[in-house]
């Protein structure tokens, strides 16, 4: 059975804002998401951040179970 190591989550959290700054900084204000986010996921795999693309989630509101993708 694998072990799973702990994950330092402020740690984990402090790169990847940093990295979001840096493709901010890079790019500029005032572009859309999906000119930002090719850049961001080069930054995560040149620092070995681990991640998943446009996942599905589902949201709970006003007692409704909505699909957001």
Known sequence: METLEPIDVNGLTHRIIGLAMRVH???????????????LCHEFNQ???PYARQVDLTIAYDDLKLDCG
């Not at 900084?25 to 850049?39: D, S, V």
């Open 47 to 49: 620092h070995a951040v």
């Open 25 to 39: 900084a890079r790019l500029g204000p005032g572009l859309l998401e999906n000119a930002y986010e090719p850049c």
